[in-house]
């Protein structure tokens, strides 16, 4: 069963196939892939696949990316979250993620949602190191990333773009 989280102002809760057209709004939306590849979905029956290794990794490992909601309107805001990344780097981590829609940009929502989900990982599954990437020129994402305490090890290559790679370990976490 992965967990629900509260924090001040959202609710993570698990991606289902009842979220399929609002992840196809986010992952649709060029400028939120601006730094992620720049492959936007072009069509809804994309979102199948992606929710599918969601669900996927709660059964496997316990863990995945949440929901984002709104705890007043009750809205879609994007998603945060630990994954059991295997297809990045040459070695499986515990990684720190979050995609926001474009419209919450600047609100802190990132920040907020991942320190629950670093918090969680810390805690309920007693991790001792989680890592992160993001892409160098992605002032926002790296800036949040540093907010939380991960600390920048090295730049490498991926999907032809360079990427900082950050790592945190639970004595060195801010909680």
Do not use: C
């Not at 599954?125 to 993001?134: F, T």
């Amino acid at each position: 069963m992965v967990a629900t989280i509260h924090t001040e102002r959202f609710v993570l809760r698990p991606l289902g196939p009842k979220d399929a057209e609002d992840l196809f709004k986010l992952d649709s939306d060029p400028e939120v892939h601006k730094y992620l590849g720049n492959r936007p979905l072009s069509h809804i029956g994309q979102v199948t696949p992606i929710l599918e290794g969601i669900i996927k990794q709660y059964r496997d490992n316990g863990i995945g990316r949440w929901a984002i909601v709104d705890r007043i309107s009750g809205d879609f805001i994007g998603w945060s979250g630990l994954k059991y990344e295997m297809g990045i780097r040459s070695f499986p981590y515990y990684d720190l993620g979050y995609r926001i829609l474009r419209k919450h940009w600047g609100r802190g929502v990132a920040t907020e949602t991942a320190h629950a989900a670093l918090n969680y990982g810390w805690e309920q599954l007693e991790l001792e190191e989680i890592n992160a990437a993001a892409h160098v020129e992605n002032k926002a994402s790296n800036r949040v990333l540093e907010k939380l305490g991960l600390r920048m090890v090295e730049t490498f290559k991926f999907d032809d773009g360079l990427h900082n790679w950050y790592s945190i370990t639970r004595r060195n976490s801010i909680n």
